[in-house]
């Protein structure tokens, strides 16, 4: 084990406590086959086995999480980092999305994971502009759907807002325009008057052809 470089010691360069029946195959395979240095295994060991974990996970466990990185291209220690940080900021606001959407200790879904962690360490939205979303969401469809309000702060993200006020502007903004686009009562009551007055003068029209014939 000692020239994989990550346990010459019951303590490592990162001040881990590696358990003693741990399987060394899987720390083997991490290396050879999805090539990631001794400061990235440990890194993934520190953050789920660690004593900074809120849980300790198996070593299979592990071993998934670690193929999932590389999948995703976490592919050097600086990267897992930025993740893993990421990571800790989801999970510390899980629990207010949880109660906001009424979902409780169910696990979510994989939409679900996706949209907060979309909407924290991404868009970096705050919890009042993920609270619009919310209102507007049971507004528009009488239920609190995770999938409904995604869409709403996609297209918050896309039109480039960042905060409440930038999004109660853009709605603003949509209502003008939408009103704008909208014919007026007058407008409407002209409409309907050129109407009738041609549908008269047209009838006027077809009743002088039949009675003195059209001339060519």
């Not at 084990?1 to 346990?7: K, P, S, T, V």
């Not at 993740?83 to 989801?90: N, Q």
């Not at 006020?165 to 909208?182: F, M, P, Q, T, W």
Request: net charge negative; hydrophobic share 35%; glycine share 6%.
């Amino acid at each position: 084990l000692g020239i994989l470089g990550i346990i010459p010691t019951p303590f490592n360069n990162n001040n881990i406590v590696i358990p003693v029946d741990i399987d060394i195959n899987i720390l083997v395979g991490l290396r050879e086959e999805l090539h990631f240095d001794c400061e990235y295994i440990c890194l993934l060991l520190k953050y789920y086995m660690g004593k900074d974990s809120d849980q300790k996970k198996p070593m299979r466990y592990i071993e998934k999480v670690a193929f999932s990185r590389h999948d995703e291209g976490i592919l050097t220690y600086e990267q897992l980092e930025a993740y893993i940080e990421k990571d800790r900021l989801m999970h510390s606001r899980e629990g207010t999305l949880r109660k906001l959407f009424g979902i409780g200790e169910r696990a979510l879904t994989s939409k679900e994971e996706t949209a907060f962690r979309r909407w924290c360490t991404e868009y970096n939205y705050d919890d009042a502009v993920i609270g619009l979303a919310y209102d507007l969401t049971v507004a528009a469809t009488n239920k609190a759907s995770v999938v409904y309000a995604d869409k709403i702060i996609a297209g918050w993200n896309t039109a480039g807002c960042k905060t409440v006020s930038d999004v109660h502007a853009l709605i603003e903004k949509e209502k003008a325009e939408k009103a704008a686009k909208k014919p007026t009562k007058a407008a409407k009551e002209k409409e309907k008057d050129e109407l009738r007055s041609f549908e008269v003068d047209d009838f006027f029209a077809h009743a002088l052809d039949r009675s003195y014939g059209k001339k060519d």
